[in-house]
């Protein structure tokens, strides 16, 4: 095996925390109708269901990179692979809602793989390839995103099928329990897989075990480029400071604000734009469109698709194209199909005729029959008016179908806008962020700067996986993507400002770059071409 396979053979096998957590966030989209039905969920509980994993992510933003510098990447690594695996089993098994928030909590806690990977591949990369084996990481996500949106579907079709087995086994009934508990093949095998990696080298050289670093490097570096790694690691690693504390007041210094500002406004900007209402709330947007319960499940496995394959692209141009055109031409595109989808819902209309209500007992179509002929200018007022009528239970059973029925909207237009989103997300905040959070920091602190950036990236997801329920009842769906849109807006104004190109330069000539001004102890900055790392 040639010395590059191996380098991208150790970022493939890391990167695949990406698909377990791309897996664990989107599953949750298929599971929301039927939860909500099953424990009476209101929408803040929904919104803490969905969002449970990534407040728990929160705490792991702030202490996996910690750890990682204490007991080195792959244990940490190994831990994380193991709370997914724990974690899909028992949500399978929830029989409540509050065992359900727990036990996607636990897991939750993994998503700490989501910033360490990006911080391992890059240290063990070559500086020409690092862009494109940072971003495996980001294709991982996305093949894990359309896997759980595929798996979703088949379960749903699988329990509406005859078969006895489906009856055996319960998929008819509790088909959220299957589509949950599927993830702990995947956690198990990720888990065994590690073991085939080795240490990271420059954790290592912060060890001052420069022997293992440089055994490490001779597998995919040529003798004369290992000499020349160990000496630039040990330049940028000499003012390490293990202590916590050490590190975050070198963070905050005046000399790091540069990176540390712009490793803020990307992380936060990756969030607010409302990726994570896409993936993970898909199904929930497509009823929102007018489109049936199928129909949504089925509409959301071409957001994975889209997803895929514009991340394969990104992949392809960020070590040539570079890494800020790609940044700032995603974010013109995200601001664009907000535009799109909130005009969309603009347009819509909502209009209830008898033969909407054939399926509902006598008493549901009583209670609807007031509003049979009216016409609502919005989805806000329609499920106002839903909820009046049938309660809250009343209208979690029966949204979907009823918006389906009575809506009349640019439901191509919808879809469009929504695609073109996610095309636009994959080709900059999906993979560009990463790479660039993993470049900009310099080798001694970028574990707790991945830490602290990650604190605010996952607090921001959080935040709208919990709101956009919410959000959908009180400001309807126009306003809700309308923020998103405005937030995408502001965060591209400020990355036209901020946001330099990283391309083709090793960690260190970075660090001389951005952090500090060169001077008699730091690396001197050269040419890239024939850079080891």
Known sequence: MSSANKALNYAAIVSLGGFLFGFDATVISGVIGFVSTDFALTDLEIGLVVGAPTLTGILAAVTVGPLADRFGRRPVLKLLALLYAVSAVFSALAPDYISLVVARAIGGYAFGSLGLAPIYIAETSPAGRRGFMVSVNQLNIVVGFSAAYFANYLILLLS????????????????????????????????????????????????????????????????????????????????????????????????????????????????????????????????????????????????????????????????????????????????????????????????????????LTAQEQTDLAPLVGRTFGSDTSFKLALRDTLGETGLRKHEAALLNQAMTAPAPMILAGILGFVASFALSLGPVMWVLLSEIFPNHLRAVAMAAVGFFNSLASFLVQLLFPLSLTTVGATGTFALYGACALGGLLLLLKLLPETKGRTLEELECTLVRKPHSDAVTPTAPQGDPL
Do not use: C
């Not at 005859?162 to 990720?190: K, T």
């Not at 990271?200 to 440089?214: D, N, T, V």
């Not at 995200?334 to 005729?353: C, E, K, N, T």
């Open 160 to 359: 509406q099928s005859s078969l006895d087995i489906v009856a055996l086994l319960q998929i008819d009934s509790h088909p959220w329990r299957w589509m949950l508990g599927l993830e702990a093949m995947p956690a198990f095998v990720y888990l065994g897989l590690l073991h085939l990696v080795p240490e990271s080298p420059r954790w290592l050289m912060l060890q001052g075990r420069k022997e293992e670093a440089s055994a490490i490097l001779a597998t995919y570096l040529s003798p004369e480029k290992v000499q020349r790694a160990l000496t630039k690691i040990a330049k940028s690693t000499a003012r390490h400071n293990p202590k916590i504390r050490a590190q975050l007041t070198t963070l905050l210094s005046p000399t790091l604000r540069r990176v540390l500002i712009l490793g803020l406004i990307l992380g936060v900007t990756q969030q607010i734009t409302g990726i994570n209402a896409v993936y993970f709330y898909a199904p929930t947007i497509f009823e929102q469109a007018g489109m049936g319960t199928n129909a949504a499940f089925a509409q959301a496995i071409w957001v994975g698709i889209i997803n895929i394959a514009v991340t394969v692209i990104a992949m392809a141009a960020i070590d040539r194209i570079g890494r800020r055109p790609l940044m700032i031409a995603g974010l013109v595109g995200i601001v664009l199909s907000m535009a799109v989808i909130a005009f969309g819902f603009s347009q819509a209309a909502y209009r209830l005729d008898n033969a909407n209500l054939a399926t």
